[in-house]
């Protein structure tokens, strides 16, 4: 950690970040994830720039600008921020954080907290419950009402004796106060009341309008309707929410408008919480924000100039810095939302570092774990010779060998849409024309693919996790085969994968820790006695931090307005599945991300259930559990996290790294995936408008609920009026109970036979997205891996198939800049040229 590598690293985060967003965003380059792969692609393109000009500076004048330890400080920061730039994070947030008040999801609003979403101050506020703030109609009067579910507060009541009678209150809201713009003009607002309406008559309405100025007639009719009362379980009262939202207030309103509430006709009508509020902060990002002159800001009225972004005259003074930091985004409207989710995902990664620093001495240095995926970053970073008793693999030719075929292959596969001529070399092999028997069932339904950075990741593996990898996913595949044969594919959910496979998770960490209790036990003991065994923390420090994470994750959850013991069950839960990420990055590795896809409604449901449903979870709870998991699950890229820290906690232990400099290393990347990447993620949403993306649906997943409304709107559904499920033997728990007991099993046996080969991952990763994309990789790598074992024995393999596997990693980065240089000059040069594929 110096002033040089610290410097290196922001500007790489960066650079890191705007790669991601042109590339997956507005270039939507085809099948590319950019800073989701298993050894991010977009840090690993920024990083070889890097290390290609120090090494030309170093071979013109021996002077070398970065460290093998700085060079590594500055990689490991990248490599952990890349994630959060993208799918760990933010990539998913604007739709995540939007859902429930852009597809008007009334039965939810009141459930999701207001802080995990942008928006402006309630502009009605406490006003309606003050009779000498409104003006009545008719027959009003005010009694103490539930506002939501927790709180009671003094609300009106309408009520009506005849068809022809009206109540109404008016409350008026004025554009400016004093020189402070209270009513943005010509923005979008949402208009939202909870009501109870009770004896209604058949022509009766309730209804909400909006007056401009002093019109005597409704410009705006925000909603007109009859629905009655309506109890749930989540609300007992009867009150039922209405309301519109994304409604403009056009620019020529001069002074004030006015929101009438009233109920037409006979009945009875109780309000309650009633919200108006500017979402300019939610549609703006979606439409993009409007760019004007100086000259053009000063002569609008202060009211119609909110949402613009004034241009600076130029950018080399404070109006252009500003306009750099600031760029188009609404930072005060978004405030609680990035301390929120942030606060909460920044609070769940330092526990789980916390726990690498605790279990590096157990996974590292006793049980040998070998670290897989660390190969790349320690040739990247020029460590050979210190981390490799002085073996160089960037001066052996099998290094240079596997660069040149797999550049290649990748551009054969990523440049023939530029250039027909070239052969295409890409295997993709369905299998079910060659095994059609009906019998079968979906057994077959896969496709034999090769994929070059699978196969290179996939031979830096052990054989004995390549094989198990392999057969468990067909282990899995054959389920299709069992179903068909005893029919139980009769249901369409069969064979419950996600059930299986979050079972499979959650009963495999557990077991983690009862395999290491031992020591586990010496470190709590360590902890009591103050000892130190020169780890980054000392045993104390780590307890203690995930102590003190946990207790802040309560905190948060608190002012959102969750229970803390729901936040306590799910944040365990969540640092579980961490838990398992690590220790399969350490012991195994793996190709690709895609490994734990627990994003879906079908997996949180046994899990939500299994866990006591509304008994421990609120509802406001529940429904963060399930947009949670689509922006931290999604593809496993947060997964990614856990291992990265072990990583660069176990090589700056070897290197003899100072403590602080690790720890910040972790902070800086985390700290700066979530700042910078949230900076460029939004500065590019306001500035283009994500309807205007060209895939706009697989950006904001606002066009498409699937999602992540699985987890939330459907989930809650389902089990609104039913809290306590009557049975724990349906289908989805019985898949969930057999991923739990096949795992134990496989994990007491290989801990009680040492000859036993099969690793209990390969029964947890085979029903995972991965394996479908991945196993004929990995089956190839398999293949080449034992071939050189059995012909040139384990000298072989590290002498010359390791550095084989890294010059084809090596070959898809160089090939990854190439392609990048073609999409980038077809999206400034030329728009509508054809968009090449990531090609690995």
Known sequence: MTLKSISAALLGMLTVAILTQLFSVFAAAAGALYGGEALSITVLDTFAVVALVCGGVFMATRVRIFSGAEMLFILYVLLLAAPL??????????????????????????????????????????????PKDVATVGNVLWKEQAVNPTVRRNMPVLENTSEAETSSIRVRIPVMDKDRVVLPLDQPYMLTIRVKAQDLHAQSRYFARIYYDDNTTS??????????????????????????????????IKDHVIVEIGLQGAGKVDVSDVNFLNVFAMEGAYSGRRMVSREVFDELPPAQRSGLVVLPATML?????????????????????????????????????????????????????????????ITLAGLDERLRDGVSYL???????????????????????????????????????????????????????????????????????LFSFVLGFFLFRFQYWVGEARGLNVDKDYPFQINQQIGAILSYALMTLWVARRFLGETIRDAFRGEKRGE???????????????????????????????????SICLFLVMTVAMKLRAECGYPGTGFFDIAGGPTL????????????????????????????????????????QLEVTALGHRLRMRKGDIIFAVALGIIGGIAIGGWVYLSGAYAVGANNYPVPGNYARISSLSHLSDASTVAMEKLKGNPVPSTFLDHNHVAFYFGCVVTVVLTVVRQLFAGFWFHPFGFVLGASQMMQDAWGSLLVALVVRYGVLKLGGAATVREKLIPFAIGCVLGVIAASMITSIFMAHGYFFNPGAPKPSSGY
């Open 317 to 377: 003074s404070i109006q252009g810095l500003e306009f750099l930091i600031n760029g188009y985004v609404p930072w005060s409207d978004w405030r609680d939302p990035i301390l929120f989710w942030g606060g909460y995902v920044g609070l769940i990664l330092l526990a789980s570092f916390a726990f690498a620093c605790l279990m590096r001495r157990q996974w590292v240095d006793n049980e040998r774990f070998p670290l897989p995926l660390t190969q790349v970053p």
């Open 605 to 644: 449901m046994p899990l939500f259930t299994f866990l006591g449903a509304f008994a421990i979870f609120s509802p406001s709870t529940a429904l963060f559990m399930g947009l949670l998991a689509p922006i931290v699950f999604v593809s496993s890229t947060f997964t990614l996290l856990p291992g990265l």
């Open 395 to 465: 001066r052996n030719p099998y290094l240079w060998g596997g660069f040149g075929v797999m550049l290649a292959w990748v551009l054969n596969g990523a440049l023939g849409i530029y250039f027909p001529a070239l052969p295409h070399l890409g295997i993709n092999i369905p299998l079910k024309p060659y095994l059609p028997d009906p019998s079968w069932g979906k057994t077959w339904e896969i496709t034999f693919s090769f994929h070059g950075l699978y196969f290179a990741l996939g031979l830096l593996m052990e054989i004995n996790v």
């Open 219 to 252: 410009d705006l009719e925000i909603f007109n309707a009859f629905s009655p009362k309506k109890i749930t379980y989540f609300e007992p009262n009867g009150f039922i929410r209405q309301g519109g939202y994304g409604f403009i207030l056009p620019s020529n």
């Open 85 to 130: 730039c993208n799918t760990a994070f933010w990539r998913y947030m604007l739709g995540a954080t939007g859902n429930v008040v852009k597809t008007q999801d009334w039965g939810n609003y009141d459930i999701q907290s207001p802080k995990l979403w942008p928006h402006g101050a309630d502009l009605i506020g406490d006003q309606i419950e003050n």
């Open 536 to 570: 980054v923390m000392i045993s104390r420090t780590a307890y203690l931090i995930m102590a003190a994470s946990l207790i802040g994750m309560v905190l948060i959850g608190l002012w959102g307005g969750m229970n803390p013991l729901g936040m306590v069950v799910m």
